[in-house]
């Protein structure tokens, strides 16, 4: 099986300190707080399935933060797509 090779995550220290923040405080949503454990782990290196492994987590949602911090920083990890999801779910079908 041939290794994957990651795209290196690399924090600056203002993204270190906001992320270390997130996780810190008591008033963030605890889907954020987990996000900014994520992207903390990646960028102390390691694959997917480490970094997995040491947070409790399935290595596809470790592979999903870590790509979207990558190409979108801290604002795509923010960003929640299931409203769209269910918008379109929920919308009444068109009558024949």
Known sequence: MAVQHLSPLILSDDERAELTSLTKRRKTAQALALRARIVQTCA??????????????????????????V????????????????ARLTTPASKP
């Open 44 to 69: 102390e290196g390691g694959q997917n399935k480490d970094v997995a492994a040491k947070l409790g987590l399935e290595r596809g949602t470790v592979g999903k933060w870590r790509r979207r911090f």
């Open 71 to 86: 190409e979108q920083r801290w604002p795509g990890c923010m960003m929640n797509r299931a409203p769209a999801r269910l």
